[in-house]
C-alpha cells in the first residue's frame, strides 16, 4: 500500500510564501470527510471556486469534519483564510503530510470522499480505495470531454478530438469505479443515462443565493462579460464578441461599452483593448460590475456544464444575453428569464433590444431572481448533499 502511494500521489508544488494563518486539525473527532480537487478554492477568480466552496461550507453546516487535498500543492491566501475559517485539515500543502501518509494515520476514519475532475481522480482512486472504506463521489465539475468536443468540432482540431475522446473514455471509468457520480445540470445527467449509465448520477450544481436589491434599468449601463482568459471557452467567447458581435452593437446601441472582467495576459490587455471596450482583468470585487452593468453577456460558443457568469449575474437581478450553449443547463427560456440567441447577427440584435427596453428588463431581471431561487440556491444545494453522503 506505501508503494501505491509512492508510486500514485505528485509531489506538492512549492508555494512562494507561508499561509497566513496555520492550519488546523480536522481528523480528531467527527465525522470525516475528505475532498479533493485540482486546486484550493479561490472564489474571486472562479465559478468553480465558488461551487466547491459552498459545497464546503454546507458539508461543515451538516455536521462532518473536513479535509481539503489540493492536486497543485499549491496553497493561496484567499483559499488559506476560507479553509482555516471552516476549521479544514489541509493535506499535501507545503508542511502537511503527503496524502499517502495521512492515509496511513486517518484513512480508517474517512467516511465520504469528493475525488473532483477526472485528471485528479484517475491518479488518486487506487489509493483511497486501498486505505479508506469511504464512500467515493466523482465530482465531474462538468463533463470535460463534452467541452472539448465541442471545441473540437468548433475549430475543426483533431487534436483536440483525440484528447476529448480520451478524457470521454476517463470519465466513464471513473463513473463505474466509483460509489456515486456528480453532475452540475439535468442535461448532463440525461446525457450520461441515454450513454446507458447505470450508476447513481446526481446533480449539484452551482450554488448562488439572490442579493435582494431594487434594480431599474436608469441605473445602469454598459456590458459585461466575465470569465478567466485561461478557460478556453472564455477566449473563444470574447473573440467572437470583440470582432463580430462589437462592430453590429456599435452601429445599433451608439455609445455602449463593453466590459470584460477576469485575469487575462497583458499582451491580450493590450491587444482587445478600444475607446469602447475597457479590459479590467482580474478584480477584487465583482458586485460593484453587476450592479451597475445593463446587460450581461455570455457569448459561449463550446464548453459545458453550467456557467457560473449567469448564475452570478441572475442572482443580482442582472439580465443575460446568452447562447444556446451558456443557457445549457440553466433552465432559461427565451424572452422569460433570458434572452438566447445564436449567431452574431442575432445575439447583436438581442443585446440592442434589451437594451433600450424597460419593461423587458425588469421582467428578465425579476425573472432572473426567481431561476436562482427555484434551482441554484444553497437549500437545494443542501438537501441534495445531505442525501448524497453517507447516511450517519
Known amino acids: 500500500m506505501q508503494a501505491i502511494g509512492r508510486r500514485m500521489q505528485p509531489h506538492p508544488v512549492a508555494s512562494t510564501k507561508p499561509a497566513p494563518v496555520p492550519p488546523r486539525s480536522a481528523s480528531g473527532s467527527g465525522r470525516l470527510l475528505l475532498f479533493i480537487d485540482l486546486a484550493t478554492p479561490t472564489p474571486s477568480r472562479d465559478s468553480g471556486s465558488v461551487r466547491a466552496h459552498r459545497i464546503l461550507q454546507l458539508a461543515h453546516e451538516l455536521g462532518w469534519s473536513l479535509a481539503f487535498m489540493p492536486d497543485n500543492g499549491q496553497l493561496p491566501d484567499e483559499s488559506a483564510r476560507l479553509l482555516h475559517a471552516l476549521d479544514i485539515e489541509l493535506v499535501g ?11 496511513q494515520h486517518h484513512g480508517h476514519r474517512v467516511e465520504a470522499v469528493f475525488l473532483c475532475r477526472h485528471q485528479v481522480a484517475r491518479r488518486h482512486l487506487q489509493l483511497l480505495r486501498a486505505f ?12 470535460h470531454h463534452v467541452r472539448l468536443e465541442r471545441a473540437a468540432q468548433l ?25 456515486a457520480t456528480v ?8 446525457y450520461l443515462q441515454q450513454a446507458g449509465v447505470a450508476q447513481p448520477v446526481v446533480v449539484l450544481s452551482n450554488i448562488h443565493d439572490v442579493v435582494v436589491a431594487e434594480r431599474h434599468i436608469e441605473n445602469t449601463a454598459g456590458l459585461l462579460f ?28 451608439p455609445g455602449a461599452v463593453l466590459h470584460l472582467v477576469g485575469e487575462m ?23 460593484p460590475f453587476l450592479r451597475d452593468s445593463r446587460i450581461n453577456l455570455a457569448p459561449l460558443r463550446s464548453g459545458a456544464g453550467v456557467k457560473g457568469k449567469i448564475n452570478q449575474a441572475m442572482s443580482h437581478g442582472l439580465p443575460v444575453v446568452a447562447t444556446s450553449i451558456a443557457a445549457e443547463g440553466m ?16 445575439f447583436a440584435a438581442e443585446v440592442a433590444r434589451l437594451h433600450d427596453d424597460p419593461a423587458l428588463w425588469q421582467q428578465l431581471s425579476l425573472n432572473g431572481y426567481r431561476n436562482i431561487e427555484e434551482h441554484f440556491s444553497s437549500n437545494l444545494a443542501r438537501r441534495t448533499l445531505a442525501a448524497l453522503l453517507p447516511p450517519d
Not at 165 to 177: G, N, P, S, V, Y
Not at 183 to 190: F, K, L, M, P, Q
Not at 232 to 243: D, S, T
Not at 267 to 279: G, K
Open 155 to 179: 475549430h475543426e482540431d483533431a487534436t483536440l478530438l483525440k484528447q476529448a475522446r480520451q478524457a470521454r473514455a476517463e470519465e466513464f471509468q471513473l463513473i463505474a469505479e466509483t460509489d
Open 226 to 253: 466575465v470569465g478567466g482568459y485561461q478557460h478556453h471557452p472564455n477566449r473563444e467567447a470574447i473573440a467572437w464578441l470583440v470582432q463580430d458581435i462589437m462592430p453590429l452593437l456599435r452601429k445599433s446601441v
Open 183 to 190: 453532475v452540475v445540470s439535468h442535461a448532463e445527467r440525461e
Open 93 to 103: 500543502t507545503p508542511g502537511q503530510p503527503r496524502l499517502d501518509r495521512w492515509l
Open 132 to 143: 479508506t472504506p469511504a464512500r467515493i463521489i466523482f465530482d465531474t465539475v462538468d463533463l
Open 265 to 287: 495576459p497583458q499582451a491580450d490587455v493590450a491587444r482587445l483593448a478600444a475607446p469602447d471596450i475597457i479590459v479590467h482583468g482580474h478584480v477584487p470585487a465583482i458586485e
Open 331 to 346: 433552465f432559461l427560456r427565451h424572452g422569460e428569464n433570458a434572452l438566447i440567441a445564436d449567431s452574431a447577427e442575432a
